[in-house]
């Protein structure tokens, strides 16, 4: 079912530029310090409301040109996921890199259109290239199939080499439940619980800004604007005369701003390119001796200066990557030499079966498993131990009162006053475009209207039950039977079956910590996976490898979908666009992405060696080793109680940084991901 694209015609949007207050008695705003009344606030939620209606309606929230711009944004970010993440294990989404570039290209051809590009139409550009860039991850393509082609042993039924048509298939199997699952989650995050989402709101001020209206955000209309609609009119002819010098001189602004970053952008390309080009006819470009040749050959100190490493940190900011330096110093300065000279790795440092470089891994390894276990355990169970005792409490309430439909509302956070709903629906459906006078909401003061769900779009434009729910068996049965075609009788189909249902209770956890901290830990996650799997799994089948592998591939993928939907919903949600055409649009991208990065790995992995100098496929090691650690495959000599007393350490460390979570001191900490990323032999 396609989404509602509404009316073609393009409601006004606020200006970034409000008009000065002109309520009509001052005395009175002196008296509440700037705060809002109750009848403004009511009012601030009904314009909220009319905001969000009328730009959901527009036909440019679902449009072919939108759609085609966004696979040709996804296809250049496919193409740089699937080379970084083959060299690196890292990715990124680029949504604000995508919106840009969508703004610029139609920027560009602004004289040449028909409707003008809005910023619904940019949430859409964003969410269908987003989508589609990130399925090297999302599909295994620079992790768990590199290590099923060449890091599997013959006695774990490996290696495994999958057709272009079998790539293909594995790909879309793992590309769309993901992505449905994310549905019903939106109303829970975004609309009741409000969770931040950084990335998503940060994109949606740059859109704004782009196209120089202003995002709905926390407030879409000025709150000193007058009550009177009179004096509003009044107020807004007066402000144009008076400001229509200053409003010139903001759009000049945000032209030449837009285009010198498209400037930098394609200055930024161009440089490294011809660095990466570089790079193939003079291969020590990766490999600096900066500390000497010495170290260089025999401990493997070097220095790869990157402009794509460059990047990628500036993405992750200077906490991240001073974690991970304090990994690699910790790792390859201090581990590897002892390791060596203990005899404990007494091949070369290089060799991953009797070097320090296989040893280390399993600390670093250790260190992920910890952080991850913490983390995740600490989202899961913090609403438990928060509101524990008033769960309790309701349930004997609702037991005692035979109320067993208000059980499944346990720890939804719904208020249970404040607006009616629409004629004919229950309690869930989306508030209202008006709401009930002073008299009759039940609701005494501003702060009692701030703690309603945020204002939500028309059912119309939300993605409705049926398609939910048939979208969701349909996406559970395809990944099923698209795994049980692939790897036949290697991977049960019980297995399958419980893969997939736990990476979509994983999603939860995954998409509540993207909107509390802006990370999706998706790598715990699928690392968790691969550890409730060891458990279920006996270490006597021989197939034992093989089924952790897919099993943590499918929790991954099921995270990475969730979030990546939720972020762009967030935006969508701050700049009124319709929730079920960024849905359409995030299936599009994800169907297209999984098939051309299919493609791509076959185009890499044909043209370069893999494992090589070029792609270590740093990701694939990581999870076979993991693998193997969580069923009982051996260690090397003595990294056990490394790896033991390093989890040991990392569960205080991180413990430590939970509870320091927005103090001043919390960058101070080291994250266990990042120092585990730092530390690998990669």
Same mark, same amino acid.
């Given at each position: 079912?396609a ?6 015609h393009? @409601? ?11 309520? !009509?008695?001052? #005395?009175e ?7 809002? *009344? ?7 939620r ?33 193409f ?10 890292w ?17 560009t ?19 269908v290239?987003g ?10 393509f ?24 079998? %790539?293909?298939?594995w +790909?879309?199997?793992? +590309? ?33 800004v ?12 000025c ?37 010198? =970053?498209?400037?930098?952008? *394609? ?9 990466? $080009?570089?790079?193939?006819?003079f ?7 900066v ?11 070097t %220095?790869?200066?990157s402009? +794509? ?14 974690h ?31 070097? /320090? =470089? ?6 670093s ?6 952080? /991850?276990?913490?983390s995740?355990?600490?989202i ?22 035979? #109320? ?8 939804? !956070? =719904? @208020?249970t006053?404040g ?6 629906e ?6 209202p475009?008006?709401?009930?006078g ?8 501003p702060?009692e ?5 945020? @204002? ?8 409705? !039950? ?30 399958t ?5 736990m ?14 901290t ?9 690392k ?14 021989? !197939? ?12 991954e ?13 967030? *935006? ?14 995030q ?6 992405? +999984?098939?051309?990065s299919?493609?791509i ?5 044909s ?5 090589? #100098?070029?792609?270590q ?11 193997? $650690? ?5 260690? @090397? ?46």
């Open positions: 079912m989404p509602d694209r509404g009316s073609t393009s @409601p006004d949007y606020q200006s970034i530029s409000t008009p000065p207050s002109t309520s !009509n008695s001052p #005395d705003n002196d008296s509440h310090d700037g705060e809002d *009344t109750l009848e403004e606030a009511q009012r601030r009904s314009d909220a409301r009319r905001f969000i209606a009328s730009h959901a309606s527009e036909g440019q929230n679902f449009t072919l040109r939108g759609i085609l711009v966004g696979l040709g944004v996804g296809l250049v970010i496919c740089s996921n699937m080379y970084f993440g083959l060299q690196t294990g990715i990124s989404s680029m949504s604000m890199p995508s919106s840009l570039i969508g703004f610029a290209f139609f920027k051809f602004a004289k040449h259109l028909d409707l003008p590009f809005t910023p619904v139409e940019n949430v859409l550009v964003q969410s290239a989508s589609m860039g990130t399925m090297p991850l999302g599909c295994g620079v992790g768990v199939m590199p290590a099923l082609n060449y890091l599997l042993k013959k006695d774990e039924q490996g290696p495994i080499f999958l057709s272009l048509w079998n %790539l293909i298939l +790909a879309l199997g793992l +590309a769309f439940f993901g992505v449905v699952f994310a549905v019903p989650l939106r109303r829970q995050v975004i609309i009741r619980e409000k969770l931040k989402f950084p990335s998503g709101t940060a994109t949606a001020l740059m859109i704004s782009l196209h120089g209206k202003e995002a709905a955000l926390d407030r879409p209309i709150r000193t604007t007058s009550r009177e609609p009179s004096l509003r009119a009044s107020s807004s002819a007066a402000y144009s005369d008076d400001e229509s010098a200053d409003v010139e001189e903001v759009n000049k602004g945000l032209t030449s701003s837009w285009k010198a =970053k498209v400037k930098l952008l *394609t200055i930024s390309f161009a440089i490294s390119g011809i660095y990466t $080009l570089g790079t193939y006819f291969p020590i470009l990766r490999n600096l001796p500390f000497g040749f010495a170290l260089a050959e025999n401990w493997l100190w %220095l790869n200066p402009l +794509a490493y460059v990047g990628q940190g500036i993405i992750m900011g200077p906490a991240t990557t001073t991970m330096l304090i990994g690699a110093i910790v790792g390859w300065g201090v581990l590897s030499p002892l390791a060596k000279n203990r005899g404990w790795a007494p091949g070369p440092v290089d060799d991953w079966e009797t070097g /320090s =470089k296989g040893w280390i891994v399993w600390v390894l250790a260190i992920m498993l910890a952080d /991850s276990v913490i995740l355990g600490y899961a169970l913090r609403p438990v131990a928060m509101h524990g005792r008033e769960w309790i409490t309701d349930i004997r309430r609702l037991v005692r009162k035979g #109320d067993w439909k208000g059980l499944s509302q346990i720890g939804s !956070n =719904k @208020p006053r607006y009616a709903p629409i004629s004919g229950s309690e869930d459906a989306a508030t475009l008006t709401e009930n002073p008299g009759m909401t039940g609701l005494d003061t702060e209207i701030k703690d309603l769900p945020e @204002p939500d779009a028309l059912p119309e434009h939300l993605v409705n !039950n049926s398609t939910f729910m048939v979208g969701l068996v349909l996406s559970i049965v395809f990944c099923v039977a698209s795994i049980r075609v692939v790897f036949g009788a290697l991977v049960p189909l019980y297995a079956i419980i893969a997939v249902f990476a979509l209770v994983l999603s939860i956890m995954g998409v509540r910590a993207l909107g509390e802006d990370l999706n830990p998706v790598s715990g996650i699928s968790l996976a691969q550890l409730f799997f060891a458990l279920i799994i006996p270490q006597s089948n021989k !197939n034992s490898v093989l089924i952790n592998l897919i099993a943590g591939a499918v929790s993928a099921g995270a990475l979908q969730a979030g990546d939907l939720m972020q762009d919903l967030k *935006t969508g949600h701050l700049l009124g666009a319709a929730p079920n055409a960024q849905f359409w649009g299936i599009i991208g994800s169907a297209v992405g +999984a098939v051309v299919a493609l790995y076959k185009l890499y992995t043209v370069y060696q893999v494992p090589g #100098d070029l792609f496929v740093p990701t694939g090691y990581v999870w076979i080793f993991t693998a193997r $650690l969580v069923t009982g495959k051996g260690l @090397p000599y003595m990294a056990w109680q490394w790896a033991l007393g390093a989890a040991i350490i990392f569960i205080a460390v991180t413990a430590v940084r939970i509870v320091g979570t927005g103090k001043k001191w919390h960058p101070y900490i080291p994250g266990g991901i990042a120092v585990a990323v730092g530390m690998s032999p990669f």
